[in-house]
């Protein structure tokens, strides 16, 4: 059985948002890493299955300025049967996948961007099976408090069917931003010190796809049979842009996942859990997976929020706590043109003319100098221009 929260208080916090490395703060984020190490061998939990029920949904994002709202180019919709066994055994099987088209593409995602996250990522985070973000520092591995900066943020107390949970914010940012690690917040239950909730997105040094701009993760526990924080709703967004045409133009992958149908200490066999971490069942029994709802239905009151970009949220606290430093994975200063016709193009009198730009910004896109030239070879002459 979960305990559904009913009513959210924000009280008074116990610490300043400023005071990074307080006594008060790092002595939670010791318990939390303690505690996050003695539920993986807690023998009241040795298994677990359940449902997943999945969007993920590709948009796209253009115009100057990039200020419109995302369009909605192709939507899947996704079933999965999730198992996991102590300590940290993951296995998740799609049972059901259907998808509609918008816009022409050939969109491929990685296998992982097809499931959800289990054990809060472990002790180092990975993404895109490792193309787009590998071996991050988990803030609440071992040593967590050696890497990572803490400080507390509000109390929150989450009013359940049978009683209340006092759950901390604490801030997270890491010593260094020079390292690959994430920044964010992440909520803690006072009392057993278990991880509630996590929010964050990652420093540049954590990016490996050069066309990554930001990755932004929130991860929900719920607590189950009075006692376990599993997963229960969970959101991925990661935007790309181009890295060498400087074409007002982002991609978006947004993944969104419910989990719940719980069922505990099955007995699942060690062998069950082999090969491959997400599978899938054949084409033919996926696609007679039988749906409640038509896709168009089933989407709708998931894709108008998406288009409104709604982890803004998390960017902007995320902002907050990493100050001036940019977290996007692009390069500020780059080599870019807006077409391929500011590269070469043919007119009567430059003739045959060759060109090259490039695009300094500074962090967030607030601010960005732009700068172009190019040569005739039928005028012999260069022309160039300078923008703001």
């Known amino acids: 059985m979960r305990w559904c929260a009913v009513l959210l208080l924000l009280l008074p916090a116990t610490g300043s948002a400023q005071d990074w490395n307080g006594d008060s703060a790092l002595a939670l984020a010791r318990r939390a890493i303690d505690r996050r190490a003695q539920a993986a061998v807690d023998t009241a939990l040795r298994d677990y299955k359940a449902q997943a029920h999945g969007f993920l949904f590709f948009l796209g994002q253009f115009g100057e300025g990039l200020t419109e709202p995302p369009r909605l180019i192709k939507a899947d919709q996704l079933e999965l049967e999730v198992y996991w066994k102590a300590p940290a055994l993951s296995k998740q099987r799609i049972i059901g996948w259907r998808d509609r088209t918008e816009l ?45 900066d803490f400080a507390l943020g509000d109390t929150t107390a989450i009013v359940l069917s ?21 920044v964010g917040t992440l909520f803690v239950d006072v009392e057993s010190a278990d991880l509630v909730r996590m929010a964050f997105n990652f420093t540049p040094k954590a990016y490996l796809d050069p066309q990554l701009e930001d990755v932004s993760i929130v991860l929900d526990n719920a607590l189950w049979e009075g006692r376990f924080w599993l997963p229960f ?19 978006i992958i947004r993944g969104r996942w419910e989990i719940d149908g719980y069922r505990f200490n099955l007995g699942l066999a060690n062998s069950w859990f082999r090969g491959d971490e997400i599978t899938a069942l054949p084409k033919v029994q996926r696609d007679s997976f039988p749906w409640r709802t038509p896709l168009s239905a089933a989407i709708q009151n998931v894709a108008e929020p998406v288009r409104e970009n709604d982890l803004q949220r998390v960017r902007a606290e995320v902002s907050r706590i990493a100050g001036r430093r940019a977290l996007t994975g692009l390069k500020r200063q780059r080599l870019g043109a807006r077409a391929l016709s500011e590269l070469v193009h043919v007119n009567r009198v430059e003739g045959l003319a060759v060109g090259a730009g490039f695009v300094w910004r500074t962090p967030n896109d607030g601010f960005e100098l732009r700068g172009l030239g190019s040569y005739g070879f039928a005028d012999r002459a260069g022309k160039g221009i300078l923008a703001l």
Not at 141 to 146: S, W
Not at 171 to 177: M, N, Q, S
Not at 233 to 249: F, G, K, Y
Request: without cysteine; glycine residues 8%; charged residues 30%.
């Open 104 to 148: 022409p593409t050939d969109i491929n995602y990685h296998r992982d961007h097809l499931g959800i996250v289990q054990n809060n990522f472990g002790r180092a985070i990975r993404l895109g099976e490792g193309d787009e973000v590998r071996d991050v520092p988990h803030p609440l591995a071992p040593g967590g408090t050696e890497v990572y």
């Open 162 to 182: 049978e009683r209340a949970v006092r759950v901390v914010e604490l801030r997270v940012r890491p010593k260094t931003f020079a390292q690959a690690a994430i």
């Open 233 to 251: 709703r969970q959101e991925v967004e990661i935007r790309r842009r181009a890295t060498w045409l400087d074409i007002p133009a982002r991609g």
